[in-house]
């Protein structure tokens, strides 16, 4: 599967943005698909996940409340719903796709997009 995120760039601390993931396939085909993102001079962390069916979706402990995981399985797109953004949601948010029950640890994920850039900033 090829996975294309988009939607992400510049927004004020307390803003919101919408990041999408399209897949080439049927999503349904994977286990979970979820994103992680990768901040400046720090390492890939998970953020949020969504089973094929819609649920159980898991969010970070950093994330929850603010941020939202949706899928579109007619669309074969995987949404990421951010609000309430801070300064230290800035980085690059890349989508991935695995066919595991283990739905954490990036290592878990075969297939990722090229990610999109989220700056929070004033």
């Known amino acids: 599967v090829q996975l294309q995120a988009s939607g992400g760039g510049l927004v004020q601390p307390g803003g919101s943005l919408r990041l999408s993931c399209a897949a080439s396939?049927?999503?349904?085909?994977?286990?979970?698909l979820g994103w992680f993102r990768q901040a400046p001079g720090k390492g890939r962390e998970f953020v949020a996940t969504?089973?094929?069916?819609?649920?159980?979706?898991y969010h970070s402990n950093s994330v929850r409340g603010r941020f939202t995981v949706s899928r579109n399985n007619a669309q074969n797109t995987v949404y990421l719903h951010m609000s309430s953004l801070k300064p230290e949601d800035t980085g690059v948010y890349y989508c991935a796709a695995t066919t595991s029950t283990e739905y954490y640890a990036d290592s878990n994920y075969a297939y990722w997009g090229q990610g999109t850039l989220v700056t929070v900033s004033s």
């Open positions: 396939e049927r999503t349904f085909t994977y286990n979970y």
């Open positions: 969504i089973n094929w069916r819609g649920s159980p979706k």
